[in-house]
C-alpha cells in the first residue's frame, strides 16, 4: 500500500487533471507522520533521478527541519546529492522563519531560505520560482514535498494556507505534491479541509487503543511501549471516477529504518465498523453451541418421533381443542345456546345485486367517468 502511494505520485498528474495530492496524518497515539513523510520523499526522489517519473525535480519545503538533516537523510539512502543538485532544491522555512537573523550561512546551493513564511502568497511565488529554476519553464513538471503543514497553520490562517495548497495542486508545472500533518494538534474541521484537498489520505494509528484513553495508567504501559514500535497504516484513495478505495497495512519501526506488512488476522477486522462498548460481542463456545440447539419457530419439529409441525403463530390445533374440551365441561346449557345466539346476531354476510345476468358486474358503467379528459 505505501508502495502504491509512492507509484501514484511518480507517475504524477495526466493533462488538464489536478497533480495527485496526499496527505500523512499522524498523533501522539502512534508518531510515525515523519518517518513514513522520509520514506515516500526518498522514494519519489529515487524514482526522478532514475527517468521513472514525468517530474523532473523536487522541491522540498522544510518548516520541522533543518536542510542538513534532509541532505544526510538522502545521503544514506544511498543518494548521491551532489550529483543530483540540479535535480533538487530545499526552500529552508527552519533556520530563520520570520527573519531575525542578520546572516545565515547556507550550508549548499541547493538551499535557499525563506524568512517570510506568514505571507502565504509570496511563498507560493518563491516555491515556484525555484521549480521553474530547476526544470525550467513550459511544460516540464516538477514535485513538492513540505514536511510540516502544522508550522503553517501556526502563522497563517486555515483559509490562506488551503489557498496555497489548492494553487499548487492546480498549477500546470506541478506533477504531485505531499504533505505531514499531525492532526491531534488542530480542530476536526482542519483536518477535513486537508483531507478534501488531497486525493489520497495515510492514516497512522496505535495496534491497541488505551484503557480509557487514559495514558498514565500502570496497565497502559506494555500498550504505550507496543505502540511505539508498531502501528497501523490506513489509506483512503479518492478515485477519478469518484469512488473511494481504502488500504490498511502494518508499520513497524525497526533499526535500519520503517517497515510496512500486510494485516494480520487479527488486525484485518476492521474495528472501526465495531461500536465501542463496554460487554463482550463475542460468543464463547457453549454460547455457540446453546445458540445452535435453539429450535426457530419456523423450523420442522420431528425430533423423536414427534410429528412434523410448522408453528405459524397461532395456537396449535391441539391447545384449541383442550381448551375447548374444559369450557364445554363446564359451561351450562343455557349458556351455551345464549352465546350461540349472540354469536348468530353479529355474524355479517356482504349482498351483491348484479345488474343483469348476462353482464359481468358493473359492466354498464364507463371507468373512465370519474376522468377529466
Not at 519501526?253 to 506488512?261: A, D, K, L, R, Y
Request: charged share 25%; proline share 3%; aromatic share 6%.
Amino acid at each position: 500500500m505505501a508502495k502504491s502511494i509512492c507509484i501514484a505520485l511518480r507517475e504524477g498528474a495526466l493533462e488538464g487533471e489536478l497533480a495527485p495530492t496526499l496527505t500523512i496524518k499522524d498523533s501522539i497515539a502512534s508518531p510515525f507522520g515523519l518517518q513514513v513523510f522520509d520514506h515516500v520523499l526518498s522514494q519519489l526522489f529515487s524514482s526522478i533521478l532514475a527517468g521513472k517519473s514525468p517530474s523532473q525535480g523536487l522541491i522540498l519545503v522544510s518548516f520541522s527541519r533543518s536542510p542538513s538533516f534532509y541532505l544526510e537523510l538522502l545521503k544514506n539512502k544511498g543518494i548521491n546529492v551532489a550529483s543530483s543538485d540540479k535535480r533538487i532544491h530545499i526552500l529552508d522555512c527552519y533556520n530563520d522563519p520570520l527573519g531575525w537573523k542578520d546572516q545565515i550561512v547556507e550550508i549548499s546551493s541547493t538551499v535557499t531560505v525563506f524568512r517570510e513564511v506568514k505571507h502565504m502568497d509570496k511563498l507560493f511565488n518563491s516555491i515556484i520560482e525555484l521549480g521553474r529554476g530547476l526544470v525550467g519553464g513550459g511544460k516540464i513538471r516538477f514535485s513538492i514535498a513540505i514536511d510540516s503543514v502544522d508550522e503553517m497553520l501556526r502563522r497563517a490562517s486555515v483559509s490562506s494556507v488551503a489557498r496555497l495548497l489548492s494553487n499548487l495542486r492546480s498549477h500546470e508545472q506541478i506533477s504531485s505534491i505531499f504533505w505531514l500533518l499531525h492532526s491531534d494538534l488542530h480542530k476536526a474541521r482542519v483536518t477535513a479541509v486537508l483531507e478534501y484537498l488531497s486525493s489520497m489520505v495515510a492514516s497512522l494509528e496505535p495496534s491497541h487503543q488505551l484503557a480509557n484513553g487514559q495514558r498514565g495508567d500502570l496497565e497502559n504501559f506494555a500498550l504505550i511501549e507496543h505502540n511505539s514500535k508498531k502501528g497501523k497504516f490506513h489509506v483512503r484513495f479518492k478515485k477519478r471516477n469518484g469512488r473511494v478505495h481504502v488500504m490498511s497495512e502494518e508499520v513497524h519501526m525497526e533499526q535500519s529504518g520503517i517497515n510496512f506488512t500486510p494485516l494480520t488476522s487479527e488486525g484485518a477486522i476492521n474495528q472501526g465498523l465495531v461500536p465501542k462498548v463496554q460487554f463482550n460481542l463475542q460468543l464463547s463456545e457453549k454460547e455457540r453451541i446453546d445458540k445452535a440447539n435453539v429450535v426457530l419457530p419456523f423450523e420442522h419439529q420431528g425430533d423423536n418421533g414427534k410429528p412434523l409441525q410448522i408453528y405459524d403463530g397461532r395456537r396449535s390445533l391441539v391447545d384449541s381443542k383442550h381448551e375447548r374440551a374444559v369450557a364445554v365441561e363446564n359451561v351450562q346449557t343455557k349458556e351455551e345456546s345464549e352465546s350461540e345466539s349472540e354469536s348468530d346476531r353479529q355474524r355479517g354476510e356482504i349482498i351483491y345485486y348484479r345488474d343483469s345476468d348476462d353482464e359481468m358486474p358493473d359492466s354498464d358503467e364507463d371507468p373512465d367517468d370519474d376522468l377529466d379528459i
